[in-house]
């Protein structure tokens, strides 16, 4: 509709550069404000977020009304994606401090209602443009959503202090139900409560209630790491086809498929979204009980798959096979979003949530940019220059190989992450020569005996800084780590 009042052709296909711009300023916002969310009220972030998207509406629809698409993407995509940024980041935050038992689910929950939008909007946006101006109908959504946000955000809070742990709470499971109740881990465990160590540059404090290790890590060593990094990876991989595909779905179903398409487009855009929403619901649930890096692994493998077969469906013009695949990859695309969040939090505790959410965002921006502008040049170079039409399958063909070669990166990257405390923190022994976390199982070749690990009472009690004697006053002596 935007193209058609613009430019009196719905072919122009300029007004999803709008789509890519959002897109872009949602990771870029949200790493830019993620340290400041997490020190301020998210009544206060959300209230901002939602002046700040109703603001970008009314730009938009000034521009529109002047008949200038740089209005548009600045309003809209850029002013509009900062709001989304601050919003979104703002309540998956909220949703981590109030809910660390249940993280995939509760976050898979409340993302999913990012994607539920398209549901809940589509046909709305069509009966709306039928009666009003497409300025009208951007003046009007803008109005409906500042009313929404500002509701919410009234019943937005903080969880009580200590609510959450100090840090990540390192995973004790080497132990069992008997050696926990035998009177020297016992002592062991009591005299280290409250004791702090510094050991491979990070610091181990023990929670003064519970006596349970916490590796306590700060933002910047969080962003450091290359775990995060490789998560980044993971994560942007992940994105790829989905953005490209939402942004594109209605197109490519028209120029394939043409009058004969057994469905209305926006019926199969809205399946779509709903596909999309149920993936971070169900990702974000599953998560919980098979674990993050399993359904992460799992969530891209089925994307390699469904690429894989779209390379073979798409020249056949069959309909339902091609649509089928592609909303399974949009459960997918889902479902990385659902499960990244809980996943920082577990990797570098919820008071680096924000800040890392925020950062790791950026893949979504890159996606949607670079993985936009990508797709858009390979179909513009083949049309223009290579006398292929737009109906033609082999332009949608050939987007799916360079797809399908970043996912296959973004699987091998998954496998050296190092989730857990137990697996970044693993101290070298006397005698080691090599070690290395892969699928998260340890890799280690040393000479000599075995040693124990970080994840022992003992080893902790034996830590420089928690060195104690019989009555918990510190020893003279230090382990050499």
């Not at 890590?217 to 939402?246: E, H, K, M, P, Y």
């Not at 394939?256 to 469905?263: Q, Y």
């Not at 619901?281 to 969530?299: C, E, I, P, Q, Y």
């Not at 292929?388 to 399908?404: E, K, M």
């Amino acid at each position: 509709p935007i193209d058609r009042y613009l430019y009196n052709n719905a072919d122009a296909n300029r007004a999803q550069i709008t789509f890519y711009i959002a897109l872009g300023m949602l990771g870029a916002s949200g790493a830019a404000f993620g340290p400041w969310i997490e020190s301020h009220s998210p009544r206060m972030c959300a209230i901002l977020a939602a002046l700040v998207f109703f603001f970008g509406h009314c730009t938009a629809a000034l521009g529109l009304a002047c008949k200038e698409i740089s209005m548009l993407y600045f309003g809209y995509g850029f002013v509009g994606g900062v709001g989304l940024g601050i919003g979104y980041v703002t309540t998956i935050d909220a949703v981590i401090q109030w809910y660390p038992k249940s993280r995939g689910f509760a976050s898979g929950l409340a993302v999913s209602g990012f994607g539920s939008g398209a549901v809940a909007f589509s046909n709305l946006n069509s009966a709306l443009v039928r009666r009003f101006t497409v300025p009208q109908v951007f003046v009007i959504l803008g109005t409906v959503n500042l009313i929404i946000m500002l509701l919410c955000a009234m019943v937005m809070r903080p969880p009580p202090p200590s609510y959450n742990l100090p840090g990540v709470a390192i995973d004790m499971k080497d132990q069992s139900i008997s050696d926990m109740h035998n009177p020297h881990q016992r002592g062991v465990q009591n005299r280290i409560k409250g004791k702090s160590a510094a050991i491979g540059g990070q610091t181990i404090t023990v929670g003064s209630n519970s006596g349970d290790p916490v590796l306590v890590i700060t933002l910047s060593q969080a962003l450091a790491s290359r775990d995060f990094w490789l998560l980044w990876v993971a994560f942007f991989v992940n994105l790829v086809f989905g953005v490209v595909i939402i942004s594109n779905l209605a197109s490519m179903s028209t120029n394939m498929f043409g009058t004969s398409l057994p469905a209305p487009v926006s019926v199969i855009v809205t399946i779509e979204g709903a596909f999309n929403a149920g993936g971070r619901l169900l990702m974000g649930w599953a998560s919980d009980w098979a674990g993050r890096r399993r359904t992460f692994l799992f969530v891209i493998s089925l994307q390699i798959v469904i690429v894989s077969c779209l390379i073979f469906v798409i020249p056949q013009r069959t309909f339902w096979p091609f649509v089928v695949l592609v909303w399974l990859a949009t459960l997918c695309y889902g479902g990385g979003v659902g499960v990244i969040a809980a996943t920082l939090a577990d990797m570098f505790g919820a008071s680096n949530m924000s800040g890392c959410h925020g950062v790791i965002l950026t893949g979504w921006s890159v996606a949607a940019i670079g993985g936009g502008l990508t797709y858009t040049g390979v179909v513009s170079l083949l049309t223009k220059h290579r006398g292929y039409t737009l109906g033609d399958p082999f332009v949608y063909v050939l987007n799916q190989y360079w797809i399908l070669s970043l996912l296959i990166c973004g699987w091998i990257a998954l496998l050296f992450i190092r989730i857990t405390p137990r697996e970044r923190m693993f101290p070298r022994v006397h005698g080691e020569i090599f070690h290395h976390t892969f699928a998260g199982v340890m890799f280690r070749l040393a000479r000599g005996t075995r040693q124990n690990g970080l994840h022992d009472y003992a080893f902790l009690s034996a830590a420089p800084g928690l060195n104690m004697d019989c009555n918990g006053d510190a020893g003279d002596n230090e382990a050499d780590l």
